[in-house]
């Protein structure tokens, strides 16, 4: 009883300023807003980040108007798929049949490309020196068919992944190899995945669910303009994807943990 009547009083005597609904004793989890790095409660989306030259998300297909979205079943053939960043950079979508459609990952919208199609960039990316590219996406084709995040004539860089083998491949222009991943993609599978290479020092690094693929180094000169993105080749089959986004800088080590605390967040994946 005396220690109750002690603990009391000491209690009673805490300046009522110093007690609020967020005193807590013991650990503590900080929950941030939608997109957060985890832990710090600040917000960060793509435009976080200088460099930023090209985004895509499904849920805007019309930058600067993100509520404005087309109907469930919509057909985007030959229209612009809206660049969010400063760059007004719009992906001018294949004459194919591309498809958007609502509700499709995490109550977010994605776009169906056949893969068979090619997506062109508005404006050729000059090759800045280095790069980091971000994608989430899944796909279902024929073993024979090629799926490309970005790409362009010989001397590009080019980031892309056959079916069959199911790797990720970072090349000049399909000339010279500079990485393969070693995680194997499956069909049907959603994927958060980002590149990063930087020409002059040659390094090089794929990462895959928010963990290392494969990484490494190889020096090239790359002279040629990236003039695609989201496009495919083959027979059979179609991607999805819900965004895409490029910076022409290679980000830092907690940037990219950050950025893919965000699509983690936005895409549950």
Known sequence: M???LTALVLLLAIPTGLLSAQTLVGPTTMVGPVGSVRGSGSSVTPASYSGLIAWYSADCI??????SQPSNGTNL???NWSDRSSSANNLALASETITFSTNVLNGLPAITFPTSSTSTFNTAIT??????VFIVFKYSASSSAQIQVIAGPTDSLQWYSYVTPAVWKLDKGGVVNIGTGS?????????QANMTYNSTSGAWAIREAE???????SAQS????????MAGFGVSGQIVVVEEFVYNVVLTGPQITALEGY?????GI
Request: charge should be positive; proline fraction near 2%; hydrophobic fraction near 35%.
């Open 77 to 79: 053939a030959g229209t």
């Open 62 to 67: 019309n930058a600067g108007a993100c509520a």
């Open 263 to 267: 699509l983690n967040t936005k895409y």
């Open 183 to 191: 995680n194997t993609l499956s069909q049907s599978t959603w994927y």
């Open 222 to 229: 790359i002279t040629a303009t990236q003039t695609t993105a």
């Open 2 to 4: 005396r220690r109750f």
């Open 127 to 132: 090759w800045p020196g280095a790069e980091t």
């Open 211 to 217: 963990a290392a693929d494969a990484s490494g180094t």
